[in-house]
């Protein structure tokens, strides 16, 4: 029996290990930038970051950095829906009663599972502070769809984050650049709102608070944040959900952190959200929390291609930040709304002295979905065969960041396709960028898609059925672990490769999941390529079978 001592003992001291982690019941807070690149911060972004960020920094330095972390979309809801539920975004169906903006409704099922309901039901306090932008049901003046005219601001919302059990919640309906400009606590709005704002960018104006401003709100958050903390019990854990709404446009930073950056006023909102960590942690440490506490620090997808320094959104502006040596994409190609990693790929910290090392840093694939999954484990919940079917739990990471970790793919979107990793490969299902089709916003990821489209078809003549459409020049091969700027296409060389990868895409479609679990459905019919798709160009659809 001695040659199986030593493996009995690794054994043994796994589940010791494993035991001890569950036993810890931490609180948990999670922090989400909006529109933050991975390069916007300098412990990514290094001698190409010119912003400074040192609280993102000292997290990280205290903790653990993930430097393969991605969202499941380049734009804004679904990756909160995947985030949310630990489910595909794409597996939902339509938003009901969907107003503009800020009035967008609900996706049926988004709530029947939720990061709420999962810490609700291992017994922790939850509260929500912050851009919610997961949908809303408001109380309207004829029964009829929300939006700009039709809604009765005295009634509370009949749907929101108390759908998702969050305790305490005080959110901004959508973006900061998105009315209606008000907020709600616990579903009550707040204040009178009678007045019509828009604010810079895109100088959207709708129903406002009367005293709201845009560079009041991120300061709003914070002392909200900070009260929740303050209010909690040691012997009770929480979990706090902070969205913020930065550096998302406006670029509107508070009247104390104008001209902060070397960069410019771009500069100025994102020392603002690095501002929230400094805020969270000393909150943490003046109740004697800090040690056990879990604070995750994530953003929703890449940089704004239309974002800087001028506050009108101007196409690819991002660009005049890269001309001064600022790269809020990194090392990366795209932006917002694109299938390349600069719109993907996120920073993601985790520090957690209770367990975490100082200083870690793991190379394994994380996606944000993978939250519920790790969260359940770290309170010891067991997940249903129903519930959240495309996460995978990365704990194991916390004290071994050098280990293998356990998700082997990865499904992504951007606004109107899809691509998959699988180990190092990447494979996008466009010959573009996969950016909006002819919208000035998502200038600056190039090539955008009619322009790559038009190329992809001179390589082949006559009609095009859907066979060749998921072959080289309409789809792109890249192999990360070489090629991070994704220069490279090797579908042409790889044809088996992405054919592999097409048909594992395919089975977590039909399969209605991507974990191991009981057959699903999707709320909608989903296919790879939407043959005769509007959002096409004309001239692509005139030639495709």
Known sequence: MRPFLPSLLALVCLFVSIGAMAKATPNIVFILADDLGVGDVNCYGGKRCLIDTPNVDALATGGLRFTDAHVNASICGPTRRALMTGRYPWRFGATVNN??????????????????????????GTGYVGKWHLGTTMATLDGKTQGLTNVDFKKPLTYGPGQFSFDYNFILPGSLDMYPYAYARNHVWQGKITAQKGWSAFNRVGPAEKDFQDHEVLETFYVEAESFIKKQKKEKPFFLFLALTAPHTPTSPGIKWRSKSKLGVYGDFVMEVDHSIERVMNALKARGLDQNTLVLFSSDHGPAPYAGNILEATPAQIKKLEAKGHFPSGPHRGYKFSLYEGGLRVPLIAHWPKVIKPGGVSDSLVGLNDFMATLAELTGEKL???????????????????????????????TASFAIREGKWKLCLCPGSGSLMNSENGRGNDPMPAVAWAKALEKIPGKLTESDLLQAPFVQLFDLSVDLHEDHNLADKYPDRVKRMVTLLKEQIANGRSTPGPKLKNDKNVRIVYLKDKRLPEFVRDRIH
């Open 384 to 414: 249903a065969g129903h519930e959240a079917p495309d996460s995978i739990s990365f704990a194991k990471l916390f004290k071994h960041p050098k280990g293998e970790g356990s998700r082997k793919n990865l499904v992504m979107q951007s």
């Open 99 to 124: 107003g503009p903006w800020g009035f967008c409704g609900p996706r049926p099922n988004t709530e029947k599972f939720t990061l709420g309901k999962l810490f609700k039901r291992a017994g922790y």
